[in-house]
């Protein structure tokens, strides 16, 4: 076990790496500091300091797992430190801390070769979770309560998830191209569900855009990996919640 933890720390890029996890927190906590600009009264508490350190975890741990195949036990010390940052800063919070405990353990076993989380079902699940708890857990920091209003504003994150990162997940091409037409619909549904700008034009033709490159295998192959999935997710957020 130590010697792999070893092998995988010198094969992990980590010009990649940092810059990925970095895109992730902007990418998480956006949308959430998008609604609360909006609401009267809110100031963040001393628990956003540890859900940024939870979500550089998070981060760290999805772009390990991605970037070496769903065979990477060195994201088990990310997700460990997430999991001691959730009971510390949620304690008092049971609802968020058991959605934040269980993002962590789900990510813990989606490598497993058993559990077979590696398709669809896993990455719709994912993206649930992501959204059930950091951007509700954002939010949660500034506005002290939750409700099912916060996570249906969060809604387009969900779908961005979907859509940016199903070529990681779903290597047969004859599934990834009705999974990727579906949720790119959802995207772009979720996109014209917000009133019509030019920022919401442009996050259309993003998604059309990397609809095209990652269907076709010339273009998936040569061009997309997770930096560039990240960062078109990324943009593609910040035009939707622009105000």
Not at 2 to 8: E, F, G, I, S, T
Not at 34 to 41: L, M, T
Not at 45 to 65: N, Q, V
Not at 223 to 230: D, E, K, Q, S, T
Request: aromatic share 14%; net charge positive.
């Amino acid at each position: 076990m130590w010697d792999q933890l070893k092998a995988q720390v010198k094969a992990t890029d980590w010009q990649d790496l940092l810059p990925t996890i970095c895109i992730q927190l902007l990418t998480w906590s956006y949308a959430p500091f998008a609604y609360v600009v909006g609401v009267d009264g809110t100031h963040f508490t001393s628990h956003f300091g540890t859900l940024f350190l939870y979500e550089l975890c998070i981060g760290a741990a999805i772009t390990l797992t991605i970037n070496h195949r769903f065979k990477a036990p060195l994201s088990l010390i990310p997700l460990t430190l997430s999991i001691i940052l959730a009971v510390v800063g949620f304690f008092k919070s049971p609802i968020l801390l058991t959605l934040l405990i269980l993002l962590s353990a789900y990510l813990a076993i989606l490598p497993l070769p058993n559990v077979d989380l590696r398709g669809g079902l896993g990455l719709i699940t994912l993206g649930i979770l992501l959204t059930l708890t950091i951007p509700v857990a954002c939010a949660f920091t500034s506005t002290h309560f939750m409700s099912w209003i916060i996570v249906r504003y969060f809604v387009p994150l969900t779908c961005s998830v979907w859509f940016f990162y199903g070529p990681f997940f779903i290597s047969n091409a004859k599934h990834l191209v009705p999974f990727q037409s579906v949720t790119g619909l959802l995207m772009a549904a979720t996109i014209l569900s917000r009133p019509l700008s030019l920022m919401t034009v442009l996050a259309l033709l993003i998604t059309v855009g990397v609809w095209f490159m990652v269907i076709l295998p010339t273009t998936r192959n040569r061009y997309w990996n997770f930096v560039y999935a990240n960062l078109a997710q990324l943009i593609t957020i910040v035009l939707i919640y622009w105000t």
